[in-house]
């Protein structure tokens, strides 16, 4: 069988969930086969099979929910939209995106997930499908030029900022306005991205946008000041992320957002539970918020702001900023802190 590839380079022809691999199979077959992709890949495939990446969404069934999840994959998107067989023909390759679905090592992760490692038809069946850039890089080299697209590019507007008030008080003044300017300074950041003017790098700013701001709300709301840092809790991070998509879930995955919100020169660094580490994962591999059989915090998140934020002094402005508009407007603070609407100081 010819293989079926996905925009962003996941093998749909032998996917777990897609309906190529159903259809040899015999329904007593099922449960093996489900445990089987539990164990490596960590989640278990859904009966009703996807239709595959390459199907349009109108023609996608609405019945099958891993088909939301195509619906809203920026790759496929951007993809369409630039007409492009799979992201190996354009012009961009490897991306933002790209990158960011392909972080880390899938035998590696799968051999861990299962305390061994993995054996060679195990990983071909159920890893290899996954490990999308190594198909996408295998099908580039074998373009020529002409072959490669052009991608379509995007006039990037500034997010939505209320501009500062006109205020009596020069103490009020000062200490708002830099921090204002702080806020905005932030808020503009393309946080290390190169391919925020596309269609899939767009949206992943807005993702990772939507993440920081959140994250800067928490700390500055529910952290508490400790020498020139924040310090908040894991119990308090997903007590109050509200639902944000993309929180990290994992020890690597807060990593990551370490070094992506140091591109907006805000430093962090993670505090863990005197126990064990292991004790701390969970066994899909996600970082427990409590330590086992407690309420007691598993790790701390410390943030702090770094000479161009202004450091401490700007930090404890926003910490007053982010207790005033709460106690002043309540559940509208938070979209009044993402636009840092200042204006109740008039």
């Known amino acids: 069988m010819t293989d079926i590839i996905s925009k962003c380079g996941n093998l749909c022809s032998i996917c777990p ?9 015999q329904p007593d077959e099922w449960e093996i086969f489900a445990e089987e992709v539990k164990k490596y890949v960590g989640y278990v495939p859904a009966k009703n099979p996807c239709q595959g990446c390459q199907t349009p969404d109108d023609k996608l069934a609405k019945n099958v929910g891993v088909h ?7 790759a496929r998107k951007c993809a369409f939209d630039n007409e492009i067989i799979n992201c190996a023909y354009c012009s961009r390759y490897p991306c933002d995106q790209i990158d960011a679905l392909n972080r880390g090592n899938r035998r590696e992760e799968a051999e861990k997930r299962i305390g061994g490692p993995i054996p060679d038809d195990k990983y071909e069946a159920y890893v290899r499908v996954f490990e999308g850039k190594k198909t996408l890089d295998a099908v580039r080299s074998n373009l020529k030029p002409d072959e490669i697209q052009e991608v379509k590019t995007l006039e990037l507007k500034p997010p939505r900022i209320t ?14 306005k830099t ?9 503009n950041s393309k946080l290390g991205l190169k391919d925020a003017d596309t269609l899939a790098g767009k949206e992943l700013l807005d993702r990772r946008q939507n993440i920081l701001n959140r994250l800067l709300w928490i700390a500055a709301r529910y952290g508490e000041l400790q020498g020139f840092h924040l310090s908040l809790d894991a119990i308090t991070i997903n007590t109050h992320k509200k639902g944000t998509s993309g929180f990290p879930t994992t020890e690597s995955g807060w990593l990551r957002w370490l070094k992506i919100i140091s591109e907006a020169g805000i430093k962090g660094k993670m505090e863990y539970a005197n126990i064990n580490k292991s004790d701390l994962i969970s066994p899909i591999g996600w970082l427990r918020d409590r330590i086992p059989g407690t309420n007691d915090p598993a790790w701390w998140l410390k943030i702090s702001f770094g000479d161009s934020l202004g450091g401490i002094n700007t930090l404890r402005t926003l910490c007053s900023y982010a207790s005033e508009i709460d106690e002043r407007f309540g559940k509208q603070a938070y979209g009044r802190f993402k636009k840092a609407d200042m204006r109740f100081l008039e």
């Open 17 to 25: 969930w897609g309906k190529w691999i159903r259809e040899n199979q």
């Open 179 to 187: 921090l204002h300017q702080v806020l905005s300074q932030i808020m």
């Open 163 to 176: 501009p500062f008030p006109n205020i009596t008080s020069k103490r009020e003044e000062l200490e708002y």
């Open 68 to 74: 939301n999840f195509l619906r809203g994959c920026a």
